[in-house]
């Protein structure tokens, strides 16, 4: 069995800084994606940012320049590294990774159980 596991949310005022970290434990043979979504209340859960297993990486148009994702392979962990942190990016931040579970190389999605990032004015 597979678990990611957020760590990190918290209260934060606007302009400053904060770190998230997703960790993964269990049968992982190797992680292709790992990426950051967030949700409110209303809205769909939306893509953050993600980083591939070639450093690559892509962010929303709204985090751009603020935001950096990276990923510790041997540990199994993404962070998100956010600044300039403004209201609008409160919500709860839920971890996602595309997981090799077995040697036959079969894979499948898994999500954190998310974590509350509040940015107050």
């Known amino acids: 069995q597979v678990q990611l596991v957020e760590s990190g949310g918290g209260l934060v005022q606007a302009g400053g800084s904060w770190r998230l970290t997703c960790a993964g434990s269990?049968?992982?043979?190797?992680?292709?994606?790992m990426g950051w979504y967030r949700q409110t209340p209303g809205k769909q859960r939306e893509l953050v940012a993600y980083?591939?297993?070639?450093?690559?990486?892509d962010y929303a148009d709204s985090v751009m320049g603020r935001f950096t994702i990276s990923r510790d392979n041997a540990k199994n962990t993404v962070y998100l590294e956010m600044n300039s942190l403004k209201p609008e990016d409160t919500g709860v931040y839920y971890c996602?990774?595309?997981?090799?579970?077995?040697?036959?190389?079969?894979?499948?999605?898994?999500w954190g159980q998310g974590t509350q990032v509040t940015v107050s004015s």
């Open positions: 996602n990774a595309m997981v090799r579970y077995s040697i036959e190389y079969r894979w499948k999605e898994y």
């Open positions: 269990g049968t992982i043979f190797g992680i292709k994606t």
């Open positions: 980083v591939d297993d070639g450093d690559g990486s």
